[in-house]
């Protein structure tokens, strides 16, 4: 299994619907509105979306409180982060992280440089200074996924210099930006250096709880916008998605109330889930935890849960995590609560 | 002006809502029912598409009479060359074709190289003989972009025998297909050799009338198929455009009186603007027509449109056409009288 959400291959393991833990997804929904908007919008199929996106881009910018000028959009945060790895020669990545860096990294030719996170997934700036070579390409999960941890300020500053003092370039993949502790914006800090050797990806995708839209964005500095912008691939995004975009980022109580909500969950789910013998679930500033099993295998406790109706994400498909691991989006309280539930029985077993 | 289809740079110079002849898109609009589909499915926004697209790729097999193995899909038939060009070394094209081609080859560092077609738009056996070297990607509009024209059967299987004896590879943008006189079906010939060595693409764009969707599709061999499928981006085609493609290739009444509609208008035009002093059209099999100026140059008629409401396609973008072509699409009669009319106004002046 290299991703997460892919419920169809397991549906007949299980009688009635599944619950899927394995993606991680807003659990709140969509904003309110949405469907009616997309509805009176179906019209706009018959007609290619904006070839330059411009309102979209126009919305985004004022969501992100940065210029047009520096934004990017493409068909999943996914897209935009290939288009990047294009750009570079070589590939730099921490691990355990989104597989998708390295893969597309390899299948643009391009050499991967595969450094470890220390043991409690932290960055270690000496290795980092060490390895990263002139014009690299460094992507980084911020928070990082599957161990669910952001950056720290102070970090991410003396990560920028070490990158930028050998022309490199950082990515921050930050797909799960709004569920974080607001203590820091990226967007923020970067926007005074110009996004220079700089970019930064959002998306729709989880926050939002669209991952069927495919809508990614981000920003970056005019200049590498430009070669960025001339190897884009035409209409990328759907037209829908462009609706959706002109109007999801404008809905401010959706989304103090889905912070509000998943900062209080993942709390609950935290101090639930640490009383359960043999279980070390890793303290997460997201929608989803990384748990170490103490006493199964990934395995053993994803059939545990298949048969329960509930599907969760087995890590040993990450480098740089073994059997041992397993990872679980923050749901709906009753959706939490039936998983805290199924971990006592197994507990007992 | 890469493209057609992008009216809102040219919505400044007209009050009212301008006609797009400009972009090739089935004047009926996409198959009756589509719209009520895809409201009833909206919550599918909140899932991940299938990422292997199987029940999709079933559809589509069963609309284009193949296995499902043969299958690929993509966000556009764009996204689909643009996957092919990458697993090749040199790209081979026609010109005028789809600027996409050489420009998406270019873009992944790959040699082009660009033929001509005859005065006639036909490829001419002997330079494509000359030209072509071992493992080649051949790239042919058929029918071709913009000049309207299909390869005639007994032409398409002297280049299939070409490019094999090279170890080349032949891919055929069909994004047209529906719309052509039903003289053959290169996927019933391409089937007989399991598609060795050729790709054969169409979409929903055109026909279909869903440009806004992004769904494209098409068929190769299933030794090709493997390497394509690992190098493919995640999720590429949004859970919407999933739906439509579910529904839209059943609808064979809406097939059949699109193709009835535009083979008869088709000729109507041509007959209509034949009469014409100082316009020579071109003699077409699909729903757009490649039109010889010969008192105007493009940017003078496009003005003139223009200033009447009707945005038409300027050709001098495509390499081998200068500035005395236009390219129109063929759209609902009310369209193109108004088309027509304005043209016998512009000839009075």
């Known amino acids: 299994m290299e991703h997460g959400g892919d419920l169809i291959s397991y549906s007949d393991f299980y009688d009635g619907e599944l619950i899927d833990f ?24 018959t007609r290619y979306p904006d070839i330059k996106y411009r309102h979209l881009k126009k919305c985004i910018a004022d969501y992100l409180k940065c210029r047009v000028g520096n934004v990017v959009v493409g068909n999943g945060a996914v897209e935009i982060i290939d288009n990047f790895i294009q750009l570079f020669n070589r590939v730099v990545v921490f691990v355990p992280s989104f597989i998708e860096y ?8 391009k050499e991967v440089l595969r450094l470890n996170y220390t043991e409690d997934f932290k960055i270690d700036l000496n290795i980092l200074e060490i390895n990263i070579k002139h014009g690299d390409l460094l992507i980084l999960g911020n928070p990082n996924n599957p161990t669910g941890l952001r950056i720290e300020r102070e970090i991410l500053s003396s990560i920028y210099k070490i990158v930028k003092k050998k022309d490199g370039f950082l990515l921050l993949d930050e797909a799960f930006y709004e569920f974080c502790p607001e203590d820091y914006d990226s967007i923020d800090i970067f926007k005074d250096y110009d996004f220079e050797n700089v970019g930064i ?20 500095s005019i200049d590498l916008k430009k070669t960025y912008d001339a190897m884009e691939l035409p209409w990328s995004i759907n037209s829908l ?21 998943m900062g209080n969950e993942r709390k609950f789910i935290f101090e639930e889930l640490s009383k359960i013998n043999g279980l070390k679930p890793h303290s997460t500033d997201t929608n989803y935890m990384l748990i ?8 053993y406790v ?20 073994d059997t041992s ?25």
Chains 1, 2 share one sequence.
């Open 22 to 45: 394995s993606s991680n997804i807003n659990p709140l929904g969509p904003p309110g509105g949405l469907y009616e908007i997309l509805s009176n919008s179906l019209h706009t199929l």
């Open 102 to 109: 390295e893969k597309r990294g390899k299948i643009h030719g």
């Open 201 to 220: 990806i959002r998306a729709a995708t989880k926050f939002f709880a669209l991952p069927g839209i495919r809508l990614g964005y981000g920003c970056t």
């Open 241 to 261: 998605a462009e609706i959706a975009g002109n109007y999801i980022f404008s809905c401010k109580d959706y989304i103090e109330k889905s912070k509000l909500y």
């Open 292 to 299: 170490k099993l103490l006493k199964w295998n990934e395995e």
């Open 302 to 321: 994803f059939n545990y849960f298949l048969k329960e109706g509930m599907v969760i994400r087995k890590c040993s498909g990450f480098q740089g995590l």
């Open 325 to 349: 691991y397993i990872r679980i989006a923050i749901k709906r309280r009753e959706d939490n609560l039936k998983l805290i539930e199924t971990f006592k029985n197994l507990e007992r077993i």
